[in-house]
Every structure is written in structure tokens, then in C-alpha cells.
């Protein structure tokens, strides 16, 4: 259609808004009242201040940092068969299905109806068909109905932004399922490296246990030990065997719990092997935080596509208030009497065409509510997005201060268990000389083992803290790629119009 007649139509449709309403509906200032933080403006911590600016973002598989082939072979292996995965995915296929069906609102639609039925008319002496009284006939149509909505407003390209919208968002919202997967994943596979560490300080402890039981034996049979020496070394041994049986359960509901984050069952968990992770480079921040974590974690991404969407809801809602212009037409036959395929021929041709106007005039509040619904919709969004930044930046600034913790933690624990261990040292061999009794070698026994079980705990869960600064970071999806601008997060300023019918509506 000619640009000129469509602004022909736009100042005809608000020149008919005016006169047929003027003062009958206007928006009553109904408006979003909640903004979107600018994320530079939010203050940062001394962590992220302090950290390092020149590294890259993380590695889309960033697991590969822990050296674990078993580990990488996992998360492929999930990355195929998970079913949250899967959900995710079937979720943006709708979302792109319900964009389509939105979008099609813009197009030319065609409608085909056709009708074949024998006729018995009556006779009616104020009504009846004349002639046909009395007689059977055939009475048939065909048509083609089209119509096509101008969309002056933008009432529908709105509706197809919004919905384009809503699927990018659930797009987001599927790598945020990815990276969350892979990294209970990883968190669930740290915990079984765990079990395992801790199983080999229990069996250790079992050896000592024993040996320590076969030393008193020994210096009983040679008259220089007692028997209340025998009873105390065998006295801790069933509960050390308890945690060994207690840590191989462990082990195996930890392999039953990576199965099923790998949508597998328990047979393939029980293949799993011992974990060798191991952990050399440490992860530096990228520079210009925050702006660009910000656009680089999913959970955020998707939240700034809500925001839009919700945008898109309002300018949808503002059209409401204007004249809907369609052009409709229909093409035809039709025939009453005649064989049954008369009515096909040239002369029972017909045809319509023009456009079709609707006006709000009064509709009870129905307007003003959904820009309300769409206005506190926005305000929603928004709140989100606000909270969604402002929860990455506190997430970021945790991670970094627990690396930092444990690293530090890391180098107390090796010196605590080097001196625990000479401290055992020197107590066995004071005991075997017989210079000192069984309660030392116990107590030296006990220290050493209990710090050699934190510094297990410890190097886990600086493992961990690292799988916790990259999911931070935005597990390197590269989700900003995806992000939308400020001006889409915005709605639109009303027409002018449709600002000048509501200021005509609030004069007194």
C-alpha cells in the first residue's frame, strides 16, 4: 500500500478517535514507574576491585581445567541424554512456534468456505419465496474471504516482538540449564573425589590402628606391654571399619547421583572411575567488570529479554486505544436454483472489498487495565533485572573471596599436617623404645589423621570455589552475544495523539 495513503488512514483513524471519544477513554497516565540499574553504577567490592584485569573469560569448557578425561567424557555424556536439557530445549522450540503464530497476525490471511445444500422452500403468504414456493432447489455459495490488518499502531508487530522476545529468553534461560548442569556436574564429581580421599585416610588409619595393635601384642608377649594396652588399640578398630563401610556408600550415591544428572541409570554410574582431578592455573577475572559480566551470565541475559518483552506488552497495550483499520474483501460464487455446479459459472460471479474500522469507545475500564497489567508486568521485569545484577555481583565478589580464602587455607593445612605427621613420627618411636605410653601415639594418631581429613576438605572445595567463579563468570556461553540494547528495554513514547486526547482528558 502507498505510504501516503497509509498516513492518509493514521490521520483518519485519529481524527475519528478524537471525535467519536473525545473524552470517553484516554490511558489516565497509567505508566511503568520502576528503571533498570545501570550496572556500572553499582559499587564494587574490594574483591573484584583488587583482581586480576587481564585474563580472558572462561572457556566454554571450562571443566577441562580440572585435567579429568572421566570428567569431560561425563559432561558430554550429559550434555546428550539429560532430560532438563531436553525440557530446556522443547521450551525454546515453543517459544519460536508461539513468535510464529504471532507473527502470522502481520500477514494476509485467506479463508476458503464453500456450501452445497438442497433448499425445500416454504410458502408464506407475507414472507415465502414467491415463485419458489413449494419447490426444492439448489441454493449454493463459494468464497474466498481475505483481510490484511494495517497495523497503524503497531499492534501486532509489537505482539510479534514481544513474543521474538520470549523466545530469546528462553533461550537464555536454556544456557543458564546447561551451565547449571554442568556444574552440579562437577560439584557432584568433586564430592565423589572427596569420598574417595577420605575413604584413603580411613584405610590408612585402619593400617596404623593395626600395626599399632600388633606393637602392644608384641610387647605383651615379650613382658614389657599390658593387657589394658591390647584392649585400647583394639578398641577404636569396628568404628574405623564403620567409616570405611559409611564412605563406601558414599561413593556409590555419588555415582548414582552423576548417573542421573546424566539422564543414565544407576549400572552406568557404577562404571565410574576414581576421579584424578588435579587443579595447576588459577582463574583470573576478565577486565571491565561489571558491565561485561553482566551481559555474559545467562540469568541475566534472560532477564533482560523478560524486560523487553514486557516493554513490547505496553506499546501493544497503547495501541488498544486507537481505531483498528483492516482491509478485508471476499471473492465468490453463489446461486439459488440451477444444477448443483451452476452457481460456478461467470455471471454468478461476486465480490467486496474496503476497509473495516473499530473504535473503543465505552468498554468499561478494559483498556486502562490491560496497560495497567502491562505497566506493573514492566515494573516486574524490571525488579528482577535489578535483583538478578545486583545477586551476579554479590555471587562474583563471594567466589572471589573464597578462592582467596582458600588458597591461604590450602598452605595452612599442608603445614599443619607436616607438623601433625612429625609430631606422630616421634611419638611411634618414643612408644617402640618404651618411652612413652600408647595414649601420645593415639592422641599424635588422631591429630594427624583429623588434619589430613581438612586438607582433603579443603583442596575440595577450593575445586569447588573455582567451578563457582566460572559459573559466575558465565561458564563461558557467551551469553551477551544474545543480550538486547537499553532501547529495547524501553517501551516506546506514546503516539502523540494519543498524549494530547489524554491531556484533553484531564482538563477539569
Known amino acids: 500500500m502507498p505510504r501516503r495513503m497509509i498516513r492518509g488512514l493514521k490521520l483518519l483513524s485519529v481524527l475519528s478517535l478524537s471525535l467519536a471519544i473525545g473524552g470517553c477513554i484516554g490511558t489516565g497516565g497509567i505508566a511503568p514507574q520502576d528503571h533498570s540499574l545501570p550496572a556500572n ?48 530445549a522443547a521450551r525454546v522450540r515453543q517459544a519460536k512456534a508461539m513468535a ?105 588409619t585402619l593400617a596404623q590402628q593395626q600395626q599399632i595393635l600388633d606393637l602392644a601384642q608384641r610387647r605383651l608377649n615379650g613382658g614389657i606391654g599390658t593387657h589394658f594396652e591390647v584392649s585400647q588399640a583394639e578398641t577404636p578398630l569396628p568404628e574405623t571399619h564403620r567409616q570405611i563401610d559409611a564412605l563406601d556408600e558414599a561413593i556409590d550415591l555419588s555415582r548414582n547421583q552423576l548417573a542421573a544428572l546424566a539422564g543414565k541409570g544407576p549400572g552406568e554410574g557404577a562404571k565410574l572411575q576414581r576421579p584424578t582431578l588435579s587443579l595447576q592455573t588459577a582463574l583470573k577475572l576478565p577486565s571491565a567488570l561489571p558491565a561485561e559480566l553482566l551481559g555474559q551470565r545467562p540469568d541475566v541475559v534472560a532477564s533482560r529479554w523478560r524486560v523487553a518483552a514486557q516493554a513490547r506488552g505496553i506499546d501493544v497495550a497503547h495501541a488498544g486505544f486507537y481505531p483498528n483499520v483492516d482491509l478485508v474483501g471476499s471473492l465468490g460464487f453463489m446461486a439459488t436454483g440451477g444444477g448443483m455446479l451452476s452457481f460456478l459459472s461467470g455471471n454468478k460471479f461476486n465480490y467486496s472489498v474496503g476497509p473495516a474500522i473499530t473504535l473503543p469507545i465505552f468498554d468499561g475500564g478494559r483498556l486502562r487495565a490491560e496497560l495497567g497489567e502491562a505497566s506493573a508486568g514492566y515494573d516486574v521485569a524490571v525488579a528482577q533485572y535489578n535483583q538478578t545484577l545486583i545477586n551476579a555481583l554479590k555471587d562474583i565478589s563471594d567466589q572471589l573471596i573464597r578462592r582467596a580464602s582458600m588458597d591461604k587455607q590450602q598452605v595452612f593445612t599442608a603445614e599443619s599436617v607436616a607438623s601433625a605427621q612429625k609430631t606422630y613420627d616421634i611419638a611411634l618411636v618414643a612408644y617402640k623404645r618404651g618411652l612413652t605410653d600408647y595414649l601420645n601415639v593415639l592422641n599424635a594418631q588422631t591429630l594427624l589423621f583429623h588434619q589430613q581429613e581438612i586438607q582433603q576438605q579443603v583442596q575440595a572445595a577450593r575445586l569447588t570455589a573455582h567451578a563457582a567463579l566460572v559459573v559466575a563468570l558465565g561458564g563461558g556461553l557467551s551469553a551477551g552475544a544474545d543480550a538486547p540494547d537499553d532501547k529495547k528495554t524501553a517501551p516506546s513514547k506514546p503516539p502523540a495523539a494519543l498524549e494530547a486526547l489524554d491531556h484533553m482528558m484531564s482538563r477539569p
Open 41 to 88: 553504577t553499582l559499587a564494587t567490592d574490594e574483591a573484584i576491585q583488587s583482581a586480576a584485569k587481564d585474563a580472558h573469560w572462561p572457556a566454554a569448557q571450562w571443566w577441562r581445567a580440572y585435567s579429568d578425561e572421566q570428567l569431560d567424557r561425563w559432561i558430554e555424556l550429559a550434555a546428550q541424554g539429560s532430560p532438563s536439557l531436553a525440557m530446556a
Open 100 to 204: 510464529g503464530i504471532a507473527e502470522s497476525a502481520e500477514s494476509l490471511h485467506v479463508n476458503g468456505d464453500s456450501t452445497l445444500k438442497r433448499h425445500n422452500w416454504p410458502t408464506d403468504q407475507f414472507y415465502g419465496p414467491g415463485a419458489l414456493a413449494n419447490t426444492s432447489t439448489w441454493d449454493n455459495n463459494a468464497s474466498l474471504g481475505l483481510s490484511y490488518s494495517l497495523d497503524l499502531w503497531g499492534r501486532e508487530s509489537n505482539t510479534t516482538e514481544q513474543a521474538l522476545d520470549l523466545a530469546h529468553m528462553s533461550a537464555a534461560e536454556s544456557r543458564l540449564a546447561q551451565l547449571e548442569l554442568q556444574n552440579n556436574i562437577v560439584r557432584a564429581y568433586i564430592q565423589l573425589s572427596l569420598n574417595y580421599a577420605q575413604r584413603d585416610i580411613v584405610e590408612a
